[in-house]
């Protein structure tokens, strides 16, 4: 089983930046697709990024394209997200997850998750 915990979260201003990370604790951290959702109050959990075992594959959601960037460093168990370039409308809770097979857009499909961690960004 793996455990995943965020920090990184904070206040921003419009066109800040800020670095999401993510620490997980269980076996065989490599072989476990992670990615990023978030949760805008009154919206659905949504996807953001994700990243498969190797590093070798990527996927963002497309209002974050060339804005985000996810990134893991299997030999110490984490993964990042680094947020630039932010807008009032990246303000949300954002989870850190994990999935032994290749996780997918949909919540449902994830199998373990952070408590999560406020971003807010002013405007």
């Known amino acids: 089983q793996v455990q995943v915990k965020e920090s990184g979260g904070g206040l921003v201003q419009a066109g800040g930046s800020l670095r999401l990370s993510c620490a997980a604790s269980g076996p065989a951290f490599s072989s476990y697709y992670m990615g990023w959702f978030r949760q805008a109050p009154g919206k659905e959990r949504e996807l953001v990024a994700a990243?498969?075992?190797?590093?070798?594959?990527?996927y963002y959601a497309d209002s974050v394209k060339g804005r985000f960037t996810i990134s893991r460093d299997n030999a110490e168990n984490t993964v990042s997200l680094q947020m630039n370039s932010l807008k009032p409308e990246d303000a949300a809770v954002y989870y850190c997850?994990?999935?032994?097979?290749?996780?997918?857009?949909?919540?449902?499909?994830?199998?373990?998750w952070g408590q999560g961690t406020q971003v807010t960004v002013s405007s």
């Open positions: 997850t994990a999935d032994y097979g290749r996780g997918g857009p949909l919540p449902a499909l994830w199998d373990y």
């Open positions: 990243i498969s075992g190797t590093g070798v594959i990527t």
